[in-house]
């Protein structure tokens, strides 16, 4: 099975630091997107990344797609309130080009 | 700007009966899903169609649920009977590839989140 694990599940911080989180598996995919999600809405794409060890930059969000494309992280730096939310990695598997695989999510708090 | 439209937002209903969730996607996106996600958890897909066909549904119980996309536009997905199990956020989307391998981002829906009594 083509498997996204994240970690960590639940991160709460305070306003102003910086945090990362992993996105991980044993599997090589072909492309690797990341999403957000508000409590009551649909998830909302922020980046999608296809070439390994690629960096993509969005304002105080960085993504890193692994050299060996099984990896991803998001880091963001001076975390804000309105930065709150749930973090979801989604992968194509390079197997299996048909399908979304989506992790089980990082839940983010940023207290003020 | 173009959405993916879900109704109801909100169902309440109590175990057995049956409950209809119904989904516009994006105007020309010709592929749809249904996702079905826990509170604070990923999404796992329950059915995907390229236009009127289904392309995956090998994580629907098909023994309770059904999907259709009849016209290979909007889409409805049915519960019967419903299960205290299925209480859940019911998520559609939308993308304009007809493979998700071109990187075509999806569009969600707000979804239609399911209470069962």
């Known amino acids: 099975t083509q498997l996204l694990e994240q970690s960590p599940q639940f991160l709460s911080i305070q306003e102003g630091e910086n945090l990362t989180v992993y996105c991980n598996s044993s599997?090589?995919?072909?492309?690797l997107q990341w999403y957000r999600q508000e409590p009551g809405e649909g998830p909302v794409l922020l980046v999608t990344v296809v070439t390994g060890g690629e960096v993509k930059k969005l304002k105080r969000l960085t993504f890193q797609f692994g050299d060996a494309r099984k990896d991803s992280s998001l880091h963001i730096t001076a975390a804000q309130p309105g930065d709150t939310g749930l973090y979801l990695c989604a992968g194509v598997p390079s197997s299996n080009t048909g399908k979304l695989i989506f992790g089980q999510g990082t839940t983010l708090q940023v207290k003020p | 700007e173009a959405e993916v439209a879900q109704s109801p937002r909100y169902k309440i209903t109590e175990k057995s009966q049956a409950v209809a969730f119904w989904c516009d996607p994006i105007s020309g996106h010709a592929t749809l899903y249904w996702y079905r996600q826990i509170l604070g958890q990923g999404p796992e897909l329950l059915v995907q169609?390229?236009?009127?066909?289904?392309?995956?549904d090998s994580q629907l119980p098909k023994d309770r649920f059904s999907a259709e996309r009849l016209k290979g536009v909007d889409s409805t997905l049915k519960i019967q009977p419903a299960e205290l199990g299925d209480s859940a956020m019911y998520l559609c989307a939308s993308s304009l590839w007809a493979s998700a391998l071109v990187a075509g981002e999806l569009f969600f829906g707000e979804g239609s989140r399911l209470t069962v009594l």
């Open positions: 599997s090589v995919f072909s492309s």
């Open positions: 169609f390229q236009d009127e066909s289904v392309v995956d």
